[in-house]
């Protein structure tokens, strides 16, 4: 165990987040105006600049917006707005423990949108005159329906036998890219239980947490699972994070999730890998002035390792911060390309080797500077897509 982990690159392609930053002032323009009607919408263009046309009728007053497992309906009439988005009809059989559940959620951790039982259905419902739609509490409303009806579907489904009431836009991945990818996550945990035993007999366990944790979030960046796998990924990742949980009781989390991952069910693996309509985003976007603010405890810290050659931690210091960045944020393709690139070339390096070209991303980012080894990767790419075009070698 002398050299870097592996690195392999996400199947999903660009990190880049369709919304559009400089829209935002014009939905606040608009909004100032009395504009209200062309306020909401524009909180629309402002996800993605075709997503009205795409869902709304040709008077701009009824939208119907898939995400996930739900479809989001909200229609402007008479001076109001209403929202409704069917969630989960109850289960034929004892309801109770779900509507519980239920109630508990309008309490916390939903603070404007809220949950109602219709006849059968739970529904995600929001109403007010259209002048109080004022944008930041109206995204909160779409961010609140759209998020948490992610965090509990496959929960409720699970626990309660809900039943979904419309059936997820998605499109699977093909049976190959199936086996790809379950080859290649099975490889990915291999490859972290072999540093933890390394770690354990150097009696070093914080490295253990490290390569655990890094793990749980390489497998969301490569494979981006969905479903009832995503939510339990995501869970084991926020208990190994909880602050209240002693580092034992963290390591153990992580460990057994990637042990679960081991003996996991082949056609439920499956079934968690696909892509899905969305509206509101999951992961926030960023900017480079936010992406600096993140990286910068990061890359003092590793500057403290590297001065005292400590090339492992300084390796996994930054490989574990930009984890965190694919893990958390939309990032934009300028920077996901040096991250991308550092992780790629540090790849199976030795420690030093490793550390130094991490560094160079890491700092290269903070000083809005390309490194090197990205405008090589860069030649190197339009070369090979030339002589792809022309026959050469």
Same mark, same amino acid.
């Given at each position: 165990?002398?050299?870097?982990?592996?690195?392999?690159?996400?199947?999903?392609?660009?990190?880049?987040?369709?919304?559009?930053?400089?829209?935002?002032?014009?939905?606040?323009?608009?909004?100032?105006?009395?504009?209200?009607?062309?306020?909401?919408?524009?909180?629309?263009?402002?996800?993605?600049?075709?997503?009205?046309?795409?869902?709304?009728?040709?008077?701009?007053?009824?939208?119907?917006?898939?995400?996930?497992?739900?479809?989001?309906?909200?229609?402007?009439?008479?001076?109001?707005?209403?929202?409704?988005?069917?969630?989960?009809?109850?289960?034929?059989?004892?309801?109770?423990?779900?509507?519980?559940?239920?109630?508990?959620?309008?309490?916390?951790?939903?603070?404007?949108?809220?949950?109602?039982?219709?006849?059968?259905?739970?529904?995600?419902?929001?109403?007010?005159?259209?002048?109080?739609?004022?944008?930041?509490?109206?995204?909160?409303?779409?961010?609140?329906?759209?998020?948490?009806?992610?965090?509990?579907?496959?929960?409720?489904?699970?626990?309660?036998?809900?039943?979904? #009431?419309?059936?997820?836009? %998605?499109?699977?991945? *093909? =049976?190959? &890219?199936?086996? @790809?990818?379950?080859?290649?996550?099975?490889? /990915?945990?291999?490859?972290?239980?072999?540093?933890?035993?390394?770690?354990?007999?150097?009696?070093?366990?914080?490295?253990?947490?490290?390569?655990?944790? #890094?793990?749980?979030?390489? %497998?969301?960046?490569? *494979? =981006?699972? &969905?479903?009832? @796998?995503?939510?339990?990924?995501?869970?084991? /990742?926020?208990?190994?994070?909880?602050?209240?949980?002693?580092?034992?009781?963290?390591?153990?989390?992580?460990?057994?999730?990637?042990?679960?991952?081991?003996?996991?069910?082949?056609?439920?693996?499956?079934?968690?890998?696909?892509?899905?309509?969305?509206?509101?985003?999951?992961?926030?976007?960023?900017?480079?002035?936010?992406?600096?603010?993140?990286?910068?405890?990061?890359?003092?810290?590793?500057?403290?390792?590297?001065?005292?050659?400590?090339?492992?931690?300084?390796?996994?210091?930054?490989?574990?911060?930009?984890?965190?960045?694919?893990?958390?944020?939309?990032?934009?393709?300028?920077?996901?390309?040096?991250?991308?690139?550092?992780?790629?070339?540090?790849?199976?390096?030795?420690?030093?080797?490793?550390?130094?070209?991490?560094?160079?991303?890491?700092?290269?980012?903070?000083?809005?500077?390309?490194?090197?080894?990205?405008?090589?990767?860069?030649?190197?790419?339009?070369?090979?897509?030339?002589?792809?075009?022309?026959?050469?070698?």
């Amino acid at each position: 165990m002398n050299q870097a982990p592996t690195y392999d690159k996400s199947l999903m392609g660009s990190t880049q987040s369709k919304i559009n930053p400089a829209y935002w002032d014009s939905v606040l323009s608009e909004y100032e105006k009395g504009n209200h009607k062309d306020a909401l919408v524009g909180i629309l263009h402002y996800l993605d600049p075709d997503l009205a046309e795409r869902t709304g009728n040709s008077e701009r007053t009824k939208f119907t917006i898939p995400h996930g497992s739900i479809v989001v309906n909200f229609e402007i009439k008479d001076g109001h707005v209403k929202i409704r988005a069917p969630f989960l009809r109850l289960p034929d059989q004892n309801p109770i423990p779900l509507l519980r559940q239920a109630a508990q959620i309008n309490f916390n951790p939903l603070k404007i949108a809220q949950v109602a039982l219709e006849d059968q259905d739970l529904v995600f419902h929001y109403s007010c005159p259209l002048e109080l739609c004022e944008p930041y509490k109206m995204y909160d409303v779409f961010y609140e329906i759209c998020t948490y009806s992610d965090a509990y579907d496959d929960d409720f489904i699970e626990k309660f036998n809900a039943r979904r #009431i419309h059936e997820p836009i %998605i499109k699977h991945l *093909a =049976a190959e &890219q199936q086996d @790809l990818v379950w080859t290649k996550v099975q490889d /990915i945990v291999k490859e972290a239980f072999d540093y933890n035993n390394f770690f354990e007999e150097k009696r070093i366990q914080a490295f253990s947490w490290d390569m655990t944790n #890094i793990t749980l979030k390489r %497998i969301e960046y490569y *494979a =981006a699972p &969905q479903g009832a @796998l995503r939510s339990k990924l995501e869970k084991a /990742i926020n208990q190994m994070q909880n602050r209240n949980t002693s580092f034992q009781d963290q390591l153990r989390i992580g460990r057994e999730f990637l042990k679960k991952l081991q003996t996991y069910k082949r056609e439920e693996f499956d079934q968690d890998l696909y892509l899905a309509e969305t509206f509101i985003p999951y992961k926030s976007r960023t900017n480079l002035e936010k992406i600096k603010n993140t990286l910068k405890s990061a890359r003092d810290r590793a500057k403290d390792e590297r001065g005292k050659s400590d090339f492992m931690a300084s390796t996994f210091t930054i490989i574990y911060e930009f984890y965190n960045l694919f893990y958390y944020y939309n990032v934009q393709n300028d920077i996901a390309e040096i991250v991308m690139a550092g992780l790629e070339q540090a790849s199976g390096k030795g420690w030093k080797e490793a550390s130094d070209i991490l560094w160079q991303a890491i700092d290269g980012i903070m000083n809005d500077s390309t490194p090197v080894f990205v405008q090589t990767a860069k030649k190197q790419k339009s070369k090979s897509f030339l002589s792809s075009l022309f026959g050469k070698s």
